[in-house]
Nanobody, 115 residues
Framework: QVQLVESGGGLVQPGGSLRLSCAAS????????MSWYRQAPGKERELVARIFRVGGSTIYSDFVKGRFTISRDNAKNTVYLQMNNLNPEDTAVYYCNGGPGGTYWGQGTQVTVSS
């Protein structure tokens, strides 16, 4: 049974930081790229960052470059998203994604940036 379980979301003030985690099970985690997406109310789901299985190369959407860092620990089957200098526009549900063809999704974790 495939599972992607996100954690680490919450309420943070502008300029603050959060670290999201996604624990994967039920598939060979190290074989696949892993991604973080987000969806704000009334908006479409959008890619935040992706980390590839080979060499750990990464891509980021322009709106998070220099603020967010994606990483993975293949020994723990976990992907992380370190989010710094958060602003209210980062408020969204953040989803973990991966597996063959990006088939698997987590349930999401809410991130709210507000003073």
């Amino acid at each position: 049974q495939v599972q992607l379980v996100e954690s680490g979301g919450g309420l943070v003030q502008p300029g603050g930081s959060l670290r999201l985690s996604c624990a994967a099970s039920g598939f060979t985690f190290s074989n696949y790229a892993m991604s973080w997406y987000r969806q704000a109310p009334g908006k479409e789901r959008e890619l935040v960052a992706r980390i590839f299985r080979v060499g750990g190369s990464t891509i980021y959407s322009d709106f998070v470059k220099g603020r967010f860092t994606i990483s993975r620990d293949n020994a723990k089957n976990t992907v992380y998203l370190q989010m710094n200098n958060l602003n209210p526009e980062d408020t969204a549900v953040y989803y973990c994604n991966g597996g063959p063809g990006g088939t698997y999704w987590g349930q999401g974790t809410q991130v709210t940036v507000s003073s």
